[in-house]
């Protein structure tokens, strides 16, 4: 079985109570729940949320490990270090360059919004960005790199 890990950064501890508007009413860890459930069958998912970039990073470093935080593809919703780091992104490029895909997940529409939101420095490393699905996109991540590591969606 495949391990997927889900990296979230800064605020989206604060979904449901962050922008409902925007981000829905769900918590992410009532959601990964769901996610667990949904893909029980597929993979196996584990997920952290970091406030600031460092730690952030070291997560990402730690997926090329043989340790405890390896796994073979990741989730990554930089939040809004996808606008500032080049950090993130060049972790992202070294995971991709190990053979480990990332795929970006942006809840909100972020090309319908704030200029300076229309670009990320971690696309361009990402196996695929997914914007606006709300929180359905992290199951559109999963299924898609199920599809890359085992030729199938994989869908539980
Ligand atoms: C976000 C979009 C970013 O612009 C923002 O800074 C976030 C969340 C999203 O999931 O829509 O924190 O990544």
Known sequence: ??????????HLNLLGKREP?????????????????????????????????????DA????????????EGLVLNPAAYSHSSLVTADAVGMLASGGIPTVEVHI???????????????SARAAAVIAGAGLHGYSLAIEHLLYLLEGSSGRA
């Open 108 to 122: 909100s529409n972020v090309f319908a919004r704030e200029a300076y939101r229309q670009h990320s420095f971690v």
């Open 60 to 71: 990402i470093n730690a997926i090329m490990g043989k340790d405890e935080g390896a796994c």
């Open 1 to 10: 079985m495949k391990n997927i890990r889900i990296i979230n950064g800064p």
């Open 21 to 57: 508007l925007l981000y829905g009413s769900e918590s992410f860890e009532r959601h990964f729940q769901v996610l667990q459930s949904n893909f029980s069958e597929a993979c196996s998912l584990s997920y952290q949320q970091f406030q600031d970039e460092g730690s952030m990073v």
